[in-house]
């Protein structure tokens, strides 16, 4: 079983910055994806980005040149930093870490709001 957690979230102005981290503990040999998605009030869940094992990155078009992914590996650990954020990149986000095959597993989410 992986459990995982997240933090980082909260308010900030249109403009601002924050950096979401997430940790995935459990019984782990070696995550091959981790990612973040967000999910606005009434719409579906979408992906932000994610970042494979041996580092390749995927963005959303939204996000592509404010936003940026990375992993810490010996920690199982994965960041998310968030520059020039907009109203509409308000959402819970939601970490997700998976092995194909093996296991694919969700954080409880973290509110992140941007006010204009």
């Known amino acids: 079983q992986v459990h995982v957690v997240e933090s980082g979230g909260g308010l900030v102005q249109a403009g601002g910055s924050l950096r979401l981290s997430c940790a995935a503990s459990?019984?782990?040999?070696?995550?091959?994806?981790m990612g973040w998605y967000r999910q606005a009030p009434g719409k579906q869940r979408e992906l932000v980005a994610d970042?494979?094992?041996?580092?390749?990155?995927n963005y959303a078009d939204s996000v592509k040149g404010r936003f940026t992914i990375s992993r810490d590996n010996a920690k199982n650990t994965v960041y998310l930093q968030m520059n020039s954020l907009k109203p509409e990149d308000t959402a819970v986000y939601y970490c997700n870490v998976r092995s194909p095959g093996i296991f694919n597993s969700w954080g409880q989410g973290t509110q992140v709001t941007v006010s204009s």
């Open positions: 970042i494979t094992s041996g580092g390749s990155t």
């Open positions: 459990g019984s782990i040999f070696s995550i091959n994806v």
